[in-house]
């Protein structure tokens, strides 16, 4: 039961200044309440990776005010956004993102290095998020060991650690079977069950109906707020976005006049598994 407000965005515009100045959103008013489940759909170039980027904190609105976890993004600075990020706000990815050279165990607990908790600590979490998405018996295994399924449940205990206020999931099953795909999709389910705040961006239909409701974005603008009543299935892949399929439709809401601007632009990680090691000692191993 959601009881206050985990995100607000009210009149936000972000223009990117290119040859010619391209609208990535444009008058997007939006609140995401606490212990929520939005799907985020829209084509390419509709503003969904800007929006990811906003309420994750790693971009800051060119108008309009952005809130993440009671906190004015846009008045803040890159330290304190940081903060903010690694404290509030969990990350999963299409492609993982795991560091090759750690094990599941320390890259669960990498984020925590960083809050200066305790080895014993972070340890103690880490095993028991990998405990809960099913991976107790693979925590000393590194990421080249571990299926497409196994990484992205490695993923999600990673971006649970801190217990952050919300979980942006970018297009999270895209590099799944459909059978790998329902199993983590039944893992945000649960965690969702238990409070915690789910956004996820996709471009499959089957995904976005494990949510609440769907925000439909076009152009950089809300085209439209689709609520859920649960009736559809929920593990069978369906349409792609563009699907004339629609359930309940609470009309236009948040978005700005209409115009006709351009894609959106950014995007928030790598789209390659890479890294480095943080240096000589691990997440796991090392007091900071």
């Known amino acids: ?33 606490e212990g929520s489940y939005t799907a985020i759909m829209g084509p390419s170039g509709s503003g969904k990776s800007t929006l990811m980027n906003l309420v994750g904190c790693l971009d800051t609105p060119t108008d309009g005010t952005v809130v993440v976890g009671g906190q004015d993004v846009g008045a803040l600075d890159d330290r304190e956004r940081t903060t903010l990020r690694g404290t509030t706000v969990g990350f999963v990815f299409q492609t993982f993102n795991l560091m090759p050279r750690l094990t599941a165990l320390e890259n669960v607990a990498l984020p925590q290095l960083f809050q200066g908790i305790s080895r014993g600590e972070r340890t103690d979490r880490a095993r028991e998020l990998l405990e809960r998405v099913g991976l107790g018996d693979r925590t000393d295994h590194m990421p080249n060991e571990l299926s497409g399924g196994q ?5 999600l205990a990673r971006a649970l650690v801190n217990d952050p206020t919300i979980v942006l999931a970018d297009e999270p099953s895209g590099n799944l079977d459909t059978e790998t795909e329902a199993d983590v999709l039944d893992l945000f389910d649960e965690f969702h069950d238990a409070g915690t705040t789910m956004l996820v961006v996709t471009h499959e239909r089957h995904v976005a109906s494990r949510a609440e409701r769907i925000v439909h974005l076009l152009d950089g603008q809300i085209e439209r707020i689709e609520e859920l009543d649960g009736s559809e299935p929920r593990s069978e892949p369906g349409p792609a976005y563009g699907s004339d399929e629609r359930i309940e439709e609470t009309g236009e809401a948040g978005s700005g006049p ?30 900071s």
């Open 258 to 287: 209409e115009s006709g601007s351009s894609p959106g632009a950014g995007g928030a990680g790598s789209d390659t598994e890479s890294g480095s090691d943080s240096g000589p000692d691990s997440p796991t191993g090392a007091d």
């Open 151 to 155: 990484r992205q449940r490695v993923a």
């Open 1 to 33: 039961m959601a009881t206050g407000t985990a995100v607000s965005l009210e009149n936000v515009r972000k223009t990117y200044q290119l040859a010619e100045p391209v609208h990535a959103l444009d008058g997007v008013t939006l609140e995401i309440p």
